[in-house]
């Protein structure tokens, strides 16, 4: 029962830690270089250096947020469960504009399905967290004999 629970943290730690850093690295590059982020990788127009600032703000803290999560994902289980929850929002934003506004299919390919992999995995990370922190729950203590 132990090799599992390991293995679960283990799972959990590396999405975690990924989640993390994508968050983190597009927060920064969106308060820091938001012409940039909107040319290379977020170009939506028009352009709005204010709005792109504003979700920096909420990403940046996100992804350091993660980032110590992945240390102790047990421990942080709410936090990776909300933004499991805003990942998948924002697959539904990017879903919505490939199908219902017409992106081409290449930025389905090459934005949409990556946010969606990384969105399934911290859905599917939290629900082993879940699983553990119930069997973990379910043990007789130590004490009991």
């Known amino acids: 029962m132990r090799t599992q629970t ?14 993390g850093a994508v968050n983190l690295i597009a927060g920064a590059m969106l308060l820091l270089a938001p012409a940039w982020f909107f040319e ?10 204010h709005y ?6 909420f990403l940046l803290p996100l992804g350091a947020g993660l980032m110590i999560a992945a240390a102790d994902p047990h421990r942080h289980r709410g936090l990776i469960g909300v ?15 490939d199908f219902v506004i017409g992106q081409s299919s290449a930025h389905f390919v090459s934005e949409t399905l990556p946010l969606l992999v990384l969105a399934i995995l911290l859905i599917v990370a939290y629900g082993r967290l879940k699983v553990a922190a119930t069997e ?3 043990l007789p203590s130590q004490t009991e004999t």
Do not use: C, E, K, W
């Open 6 to 19: 390991s293995s679960r943290l283990t799972f959990a730690q590396i999405v975690v830690a990924i989640a």
């Open 40 to 49: 290379a990788i977020g170009n939506f127009p028009p352009f709005n250096r």
């Open 52 to 57: 792109m600032g504003d979700v920096g703000a």
């Open 83 to 97: 933004a499991a929850a805003g990942s998948l929002l924002h697959v539904g934003n990017h879903l919505y504009d």
């Open 136 to 138: 973990t729950r379910s």
